[in-house]
Nanobody, 123 residues
Framework: QVQLVESGGGLVQAGGSLRLSCAAS????????MGWFRQAPGKEREFVAVVSGRSISTLYSDSVKGRFTISRDNAKNTVYLQMGSLKPEDTAVYYCAAADRAFTTRAAAYDAWGQGTQVTISV
């Protein structure tokens, strides 16, 4: 089982940028698709982005497409979420997650989750 630790959250003004990182430990990082999800207060957890094990494929939610970029460095066992043109509605706790041999937007299909990192966008 892979263990995940997110970092890089914080408070940013609207229009700004932020990069989240998620460090993984455990076996065979490159066999996992890695996703980012977020959960705002009072809302359900929602899919943000996913990257396949060898970075061949990516998917984004419509709400972040063109503003966020997911990437990974398998040599460092790390996945990133570069966020730009941030909006107040991007405020949420952001979670990274690992799906073993499944490229998916469904949270239920993910096998491991990080503890989350808070991202707050001020007006």
């Amino acid at each position: 089982q892979v263990q995940l630790v997110e970092s890089g959250g914080g408070l940013v003004q609207a229009g700004g940028s932020l990069r989240l990182s998620c460090a993984a430990s455990g076996r065979a990082f490159s066999s996992y698709s890695m996703g980012w999800f977020r959960q705002a207060p009072g809302k359900e957890r929602e899919f943000v982005a996913v990257v396949s094990g060898r970075s061949i494929s990516t998917l984004y939610s419509d709400s972040v497409k063109g503003r966020f970029t997911i990437s990974r460095d398998n040599a460092k066992n790390t996945v990133y979420l570069q966020m730009g043109s941030l909006k107040p509605e991007d405020t949420a706790v952001y979670y990274c997650a690992a799906a073993d041999r499944a490229f998916t937007t469904r949270a239920a299909a993910y096998d491991a989750w990080g503890q989350g990192t808070q991202v707050t966008i001020s007006v």
